[in-house]
Nanobody
Framework: QVQLVESGGGLVQAGESLRLSCTAS?????MGWFRQGPGKEREFVAG???????YYADSVKGRFTISRDSAKNTVYLQMNSLTPEDTAVYYC??????????????????WGHGTQVTVSS
């Protein structure tokens, strides 16, 4: 059973930046970030294959960057130019075997507990 631990959330003002981290206890498949805002469904934000190819939701393209440190089994989400619409609990997820990035929750087998990101206007 792989465990995922997120960190880096917090309260920032609009226009500021945050970097989230997710460390996995084991290396398996592709990893992704999802978020769930107040009253909203959980949605895909970004994903990365272990070979490095990345994918982004349209709403964050150009502002968020996903990267990974393979030696540390850690994935990062650099979030710039944050807006109040980015306020959500951010979850890290990992696929058990698949190397390709999935964009739906059912594509992922392991989940972190989430970290809160709040952006004030």
């Amino acid at each position: 059973q792989v465990q995922l631990v997120e960190s880096g959330g917090g309260l920032v003002q609009a226009g500021e930046s945050l970097r989230l981290s997710c460390t996995a206890s084991g290396r398996t498949g592709a990893m992704g970030w999802f978020r769930q805002g107040p009253g909203k469904e959980r949605e895909f934000v970004a994903g990365i294959m272990w070979l490095g190819r990345t994918y982004y939701a349209d709403s964050v393209k150009g502002r968020f960057t996903i990267s990974r440190d393979s030696a540390k089994n850690t994935v990062y989400l650099q979030m710039n130019s944050l807006t109040p619409e980015d306020t959500a609990v951010y979850y890290c997820a990992q696929r058990r075997f698949e190397a390709t990035v999935g964009t739906t929750q059912k594509d992922y087998d392991y989940w972190g507990h989430g970290t809160q990101v709040t952006v004030s206007s």
